[in-house]
């Protein structure tokens, strides 16, 4: 059973703050994505990975940063919180090229005051 | 360029009764679509896939080219089925690699 992995279920920070959100997951996937998730806008990707150190942006990459050292691991930076980033951030992985199924952790809401 | 458009925010529907969600998409190539659920206080898992051409819970979505739509459809919805529902496209990204770009979602409340 796959297994995906969110450091933090509630998460509040302050603008300003540099803010590390942790994505884990356990069966050996090459490619993990990071999301967020708003109301009215659905699923919009933030920054995906296919393979360690490898990072390409997605939709909407502007404020964030990735990072990639270890192949269960992929992190996603907030350089200098806003209040903009307030949101529920998705993190998901899959096999590897070419397959479809997404696997998603539960979530990370984080509030910036 | 891609996109996925669900037009409904929101649907309403009593128990027993039938159940579309609407999907409709824009691509160039070859799509190939999903449907993701997230059920209250879940994570959001794949629901079904064209590809499989499966019936999932009841569900079932039928990929029509010539309308550009992937509609899930289900004959007598459930209590149980209220969750939010995405559909989703993948594309190629470049070689060998794939993404996936997501509707806006539509949620489905099924009343009693």
């Known amino acids: 059973d796959v297994k995906v992995t969110q450091s933090s279920r509630y998460l509040v920070k302050r603008t300003g703050e540099k803010v590390f959100l942790e994505c884990v997951q356990d069966?050996?996937?090459?490619?993990m994505f990071w999301y967020r998730q708003d109301p009215g806008l659905g699923l919009r990707l933030i920054y995906f990975s296919y393979d360690v150190k490898m990072k390409e942006k997605g939709d909407i990459p502007e404020g964030y940063s990735v990072s990639r050292e270890k192949k269960e691991r992929f992190s996603l930076i907030l350089e200098s919180a806003s209040t903009n980033q307030t949101s529920m951030y998705l993190c998901a992985s899959s096999l590897g090229p070419g397959t479809d199924t997404q696997y998603f952790g539960p979530g990370t809401r984080l509030t910036v005051l | 360029a891609q996109r996925v458009t669900q037009p409904e925010k929101l649907l309403s529907v009593f128990k027993g009764a039938p159940v579309e969600l609407k999907c409709n998409y824009s691509?160039?190539?070859?799509?190939?679509l999903f449907w993701y659920v997230q059920y209250s206080r879940q994570r959001l898992q794949l629901l079904l896939r064209h590809i499989s051409r499966e019936s999932i819970k009841g569900f079932t979505a039928d990929l029509n080219k010539g309308e550009t739509s992937f509609h899930l459809k289900k004959p007598f919805a459930q209590e149980e089925d209220s969750a939010m529902y995405y559909c989703?496209?993948?594309?190629?990204?470049?070689?060998?690699?794939?993404?996936?770009?997501f509707g806006k979602g539509t949620l489905l409340t099924v009343n009693p």
């Open positions: 691509y160039s190539g070859s799509p190939e």
């Open positions: 989703a496209l993948r594309f190629n990204s470049g070689g060998s690699n794939y993404k996936l770009t």
């Open positions: 069966m050996d996937h090459e490619n």
